[in-house]
């Protein structure tokens, strides 16, 4: 389905000020022209999707959103080809972890085509800021908000989606580096029946605490292990996790409920599955990880997500000294993982799993 979007153009940031914030844009802080708007209400459904000059947004202060917490948000990029085309990588599995978390959330879902749709609207108006630079992309950030004026306790009326987009360079300010982890002791992230497996802003702000735990230690990312077993692996802060045993198999914790299906997650299983590795998603313990480590079972770990994609972990640390070093810590299986996915991202692969849509030119 076509979806007619209403647009008002914003006055473009003037070019020198525009190539200036994508010479080295880093990851969140610099935004396009535009933003998408889309309204949401119980009696009326979807509204016409608009395109509004980026500003902030004016919210009553009784809106749900800032009592009960009801937001949820995705990520993509879109990239730009070396055929100048622009692309976006599994938009459509975004979108359907959107409604997943829209469910948990009790917010309404979205079409999947007009999550798509919106997501495309927004690159085509602001093409121009689509960097062309080694490894960077326009970051996509979608999110939803119940914006119902009304304190009672139960599922908005109203809402708002909206698409905003970022150029985005090399996630942490080291790029590609192994990081290390910090193995929180006193925090979980989620448990069973909660909102793990849903990508909203209280699952982050939760984890807020613990990830500056993490920095004071030294740890550029947290691990949270499950609330019932504390040697059980759930995800990182941000991101999920695999092992590498030295035969090339990946280890990675099940979807259970808990942790968040990503989409860089699910194609790295694809791309490891295609080359003929083994892909084991199970329960995965840090007892597991100390003694594969240390008898050269494991050789690499890495953590993965969207704005990150793929990055080599050097170590896992917590308290009491305890320490688990990776043998391999920029291993052969992790690069190579990353290089492929890069790859077909970026256009220089070819793509056989037709993984890539197109933005059409405006
Ligand atoms: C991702 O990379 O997929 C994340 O969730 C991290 C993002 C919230 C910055």
Known sequence: MAYEFKHTAATPTPESERLEKLKNPGFGTAFTDHMVSIVWEKETGWQQPEVLPYAPIAIDPASAVLHYGQEIFEGLKAYRHPDGRVVTFRAERNAARLN????????????????????????????????TGEDQSLYL????????????????????????????????????????????????????????????????????????????????QVLFTDANDSDRIDELGGMNLFLVRHDGTLITPELNGNILEGVTRASIIELARARGLRVEERPVTVSEWQQGAADGSIQEAFACGTAAVV????????????????????GEVTMSLREELTGIQFGTRPDPHGWTTPVEAA
């Open 100 to 131: 997943h978390s829209a469910n948990r959330l009790a917010l309404p879902e979205i079409p999947i085509e007009l999550f798509i749709a919106a997501c495309h609207e927004l690159v085509k108006t602001d093409i121009d800021w689509v960097p």
């Open 141 to 220: 950030r979608p999110f939803m908000i119940a914006d119902e004026v009304f304190l009672g306790v139960r599922s908005a009326h109203r809402a708002r989606f909206f698409v905003i987009a970022s150029p985005a360079g090399a996630y942490f300010p080291n790029g590609v580096k192994p990081i290390s982890l910090w193995l929180s002791g006193h925090y979980n992230r989620a448990g069973k029946g909660g909102t793990g497996s849903a990508k909203c802003g209280g699952n982050y702000a939760a984890s807020l605490n613990p990830t500056d735990e993490a920095f004071a230690q030294g740890c550029q």
């Open 311 to 330: 990055v080599p972990i050097a170590e896992l640390r917590g308290a009491n000294d305890f320490v688990i070093t990776l043998p391999q810590p920029s």
